[in-house]
């Protein structure tokens, strides 16, 4: 599917990890709801939609779609900065005094067709000369 704005029309999909800090196993299924439920308020008030999320006692994996006046760095920061308030405001223990997550996070783009199709189309585009 296809998202539609005034400018643009984009398919953009990201696979997300992240990590706690020092990998340290903090989360219980219920600590990984409340991460769930904040990653989906984010979502909803940045425009960019959650289409999967799950995670173990050291990190999570995250499916998003998202728009392209959006960076992935913009979306991760908020992701981790608000979850990490909300966590420790529900009164969980986090592996460092203020932090939740480790700095890092790994992404990758996900969907659509393989690079190679992607080269072959575009180099069999037809050239005006």
Known sequence: MLRKERHSVSDLKAHLVCVTKYRKRVFTAEGLELIKNSFETVAEKMNFKILEFN???DHVHTAIEYPPKLSISQIVNHLKGVSSRLYGA????????????SPSYFVASVGGAPLETLKKYIQNQKSPF
């Not at 529900?90 to 997550?101: D, E, I, N, V």
């Open 55 to 57: 995670g173990e006692a």
């Open 90 to 101: 529900a009164g969980y223990k986090k592996p460092h005094k203020t932090s939740l997550w």
